[in-house]
């Protein structure tokens, strides 16, 4: 699935689809079911995104565990209001494992380019190997940390719509987390690209190397 395809899944599923479920559904079902049904678009776009990586591994194993940790803390909410703490809670938790994995120097980042490239073709060992020379892993951290970075964040602001606005403030979580995902994911590719730049230095200083 290229990238734009991806937007525009995000968009349809996790946007678009949730909003119209939520505005023209809740007079039906009241608040807390309209945003349990809401997150069923979402589901299923993830859903068939696992089935797309057709392996399983790291990325594959987040999308999957996400997506069941996140439907288990709506189901267990109870009500309205609850879910939506619930979600600012787990955004929370999402914030501290993408740090964690900087600090155990296995950033999400990386893992997850490890899977993209193994996906393509390319040796899972030799590409660890390049992935963990100093200034890459670095770019990496930087990039797990922009993850983290926009779980808090959204998470902190969920708290003070949730205080300003109460259940009101579904519609406007949702918007404020595409945006802050397609900022995150707009500097994220800067990153990448450097990486990139990195990787194909050192790989004509070898060529050079070899011909010498």
Known sequence: MNNNKVIVGDLIFFL?????????????????????????PGIIYSVIRFMMVKKINISGLFIITNLVLGTLIDVIAG???????????????????FVTTIFI?????LLFSLDFAELQGADRESTKVSFYQRKVLFVFKLITLGFAVREI????VKVWLIMEYGVE??????????????????ISVFGFVYIYQLLSKEEDKAKEAVIE
């Open 16 to 40: 678009i689809f949730p909003l119209v479920i939520w505005n023209f559904g809740r007079e039906y079902t009241g608040d807390y079911y309209a945003m349990l049904l809401s997150s069923v």
């Open 79 to 97: 009500s309205a209001i609850q879910m939506l703490w619930n979600n600012v809670y787990y955004g929370y938790f999402l914030g501290f494992v």
């Open 105 to 109: 120097n296995k950033p999400f980042a």
């Open 153 to 156: 964040l959204l998470a902190s």
């Open 169 to 186: 403030s579904f519609d406007k979580g949702l918007i404020l987390k595409q945006v802050l995902s397609w900022g995150i994911t707009a």
